[in-house]
């Protein structure tokens, strides 16, 4: 089955750096993949996904790339601001398959 | 359009109790997810049901048992709940299974003595 690991688990950065989330997967049929946001205490929500017929794809601050040879993909998030503080987590899955998740990554923005 | 509702929002049990916790959701959705969210831990998939009329293990099924009950609902039963299954509940909704986006609920805080 699909294995998607995600790092880092934990990540700081001051308001205003960017931050990088990397996620890794190993079934090469994976064709889709999201990227979810937890506020403390919340829901797990989309924030931005890519299918795997695109390199980039960005949403105002915040983007995603994917690299298919390499099965890695990541979200970026620019000029951060303390609302971005929050678990994100990446998943990954093949057309009519289910979700894998990856484990989560922390971030912390530091006013 | 109220999304994924799931009930009790909060439950005590005590250990050998039985519970249902439900979810409906009114988006028209064919697949329909449980996942348990351990403190700090990411999410891991309990039972999924691809369209209705489907469920299948996920990650953790063990202790546990669901039942599509039409489109829109699918619940989650514990038997004889343990402390061990003390966790956060989500449950999730998408169009079809894979290549697309899950909708999430807000989550059952269960706790058992």
């Known amino acids: 089955g699909e294995n998607v690991e995600q790092h880092p688990s934990t990540l700081s950065v001051q308001e205003g750096d960017s931050a990088v989330i990397k996620c890794t997967y190993s079934?090469?049929?994976?064709?889709?993949f999201p990227w979810y946001k937890q506020e403390l205490g919340k829901r797990p929500q989309l924030i931005i996904d890519?299918?795997?017929?695109?390199g980039e794809k960005k949403d105002q601050r915040i983007a995603v790339t994917l690299n298919k040879t390499a099965k890695h993909f990541s979200l970026h998030i620019t000029e951060t601001q303390p609302e971005d503080s929050a678990v994100y987590f990446c998943a990954a899955s093949p057309w009519a398959g289910k979700s894998t998740f990856g484990d989560g990554t922390t971030l912390t923005v530091k006013p | 359009n109220a999304g994924v509702t799931q009930t009790p929002k909060f439950q005590v049990l005590k250990t050998g109790q039985s519970m249902t916790l439900q979810c409906a959701q009114d988006?028209?959705?064919?697949?329909m997810y449980w996942y348990r969210q351990d403190p700090g831990m990411g999410l891991r998939l309990i039972y999924y049901?691809?369209?209705?009329?489907?469920?299948d293990k996920g990650e953790v099924p063990n202790g546990y048992n669901v039942s599509r009950l039409n489109k829109r609902e699918f619940s989650l039963r514990l038997e004889s709940a343990a402390p061990s299954q003390t966790s956060v509940y989500f449950c999730?909704?998408?169009?079809?299974?894979?290549?697309?986006?899950?909708?999430f609920g807000d989550g059952t805080r269960l706790s058992i003595l």
């Open positions: 999730a909704s998408s169009e079809a299974l894979g290549n697309q986006p899950q909708h």
């Open positions: 988006m028209n959705h064919n697949s």
């Open positions: 049901s691809a369209s209705e009329g489907t469920t």
């Open positions: 079934d090469s049929a994976s064709n889709y």
């Open positions: 890519i299918r795997s017929n695109v």
